[in-house]
């Protein structure tokens, strides 16, 4: 892994770091190039706009390792308010959370009871609860859940990350649930023996998975998403979804706000249904250090805003 990536993803986890730089203005100022603002206002306003232009979203609200059962219940009772402001609004709006913001650490079999309050308000509101994923120690647990949510409700799906060795067999456990699987390349810092280090390892195996889950979307029997901003990779699993038959309307397409705008436009004027991510909250130090480190000639977009 890049040292200068390296080094940003370790700065995500400094508390001193995020105390240091979450109240100065040039950095606020940054942030806001990938998210419209802190609050559910601003996020449901960018929802709405996108609406016009035929993109949907999927609204998050910024957290994660909640230490205590309180503010797990917290956020869970924030998104419950946000699927009913979506149903409000008639807003073609879904919501994803981090297990880690529902109190995973704290208490699991409370969290997967959130998990399941979330998705009976998703499914009667016609919208849909995305599980993201976090740092490989949680896949097991996360997968489990999935499990657990899918069961009892269509309307839900879960993050894979290309980049970890296991996804293909987690990959092949999920399939006959049928699942939503949204496939991104993977966020975090983990060990050489758990994920792969290089882009075209990863990208080898995102096209592999990518087929996988085609192949089921062709038997109408998964929901694939690629979350990825790479348009060349996306080129090639674009094609692999024509030579298996899949139609465009089969597959999305995901982003995250702020990034590649016109290319989403384009997505969709070819046939493509389109999501963005939006994020919103006050919590976004460690989720926006994350967004540097994928691109850290964004750094140069920082020092910029502090001239
Ligand atoms: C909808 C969505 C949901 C996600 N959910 C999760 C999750 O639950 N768990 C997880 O681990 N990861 C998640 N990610 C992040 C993902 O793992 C990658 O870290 C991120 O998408 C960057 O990889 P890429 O596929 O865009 O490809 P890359 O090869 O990293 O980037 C391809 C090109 O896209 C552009 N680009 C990529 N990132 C940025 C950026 N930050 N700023 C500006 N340009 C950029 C650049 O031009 C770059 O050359 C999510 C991503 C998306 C889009």
Not at 205 to 220: S, T, V
Not at 252 to 265: D, F, K, P
Request: with cysteine; hydrophobic share 50%.
């Amino acid at each position: 892994m890049p040292l200068a990536r390296r080094l940003l993803l370790s700065a995500s986890r400094s508390a001193w770091l995020a105390r240091q730089l979450s109240e100065r203005a040039f950095f606020r100022r940054a942030v806001r190039r990938f998210m419209p603002g802190e609050d559910l206002d601003a996020a449901l306003a960018a929802a709405t706009t996108l609406a016009g232009a035929g993109i949907g979203t999927v609204l998050t609200q910024l957290g994660e390792q909640v230490t205590n059962r309180g503010a797990a219940a917290a956020v869970r009772d924030q998104c419950l308010v946000v699927l009913d402001r979506f149903a409000a609004q008639a807003l073609p709006t879904e919501i994803s959370v981090k297990l880690t913001h529902l109190g995973l650490d704290v208490n699991p079999r409370a969290c997967l009871q959130d998990l399941l309050a979330l998705a009976a308000r998703a499914a009667a509101g016609q919208s849909f609860l995305w599980i993201d994923m976090e740092e490989s120690r949680y896949v097991d647990a996360a997968l489990e859940l999935y499990r657990a949510v899918r069961a009892a409700h269509p309307r839900a799906g879960v993050c894979l990350q290309a980049y970890l060795r296991r996804t293909p067999a987690d990959l092949e456990t999920l399939l006959p649930l049928a699942p939503a699987v949204r496939l991104v390349k993977g966020a975090y810092s983990e060990p050489p023996d758990v994920a792969f280090p290089r882009k075209r390892d990863v990208d080898a195996a995102y096209l592999a998975l990518a087929g996988a889950l085609l192949e089921r979307a062709a038997q109408g029997e998964a929901r694939p998403v690629f979350g990825t901003h790479d348009l060349a990779l996306l080129g090639r699993v674009r094609e692999r979804a024509l030579a298996l038959g899949v139609v465009p309307g089969a597959y999305e397409v995901h982003m995250l706000y702020g990034i590649r705008a016109a290319e989403q436009r384009a997505l969709v004027q070819d046939g493509v249904p389109v999501r963005v991510l939006v994020s919103y909250g006050t919590h976004w130090f460690p989720w926006y250090m994350r967004r540097l480190a994928e691109r850290p000639a964004n750094v140069w977009f920082v020092v910029r805003n502090l001239i």
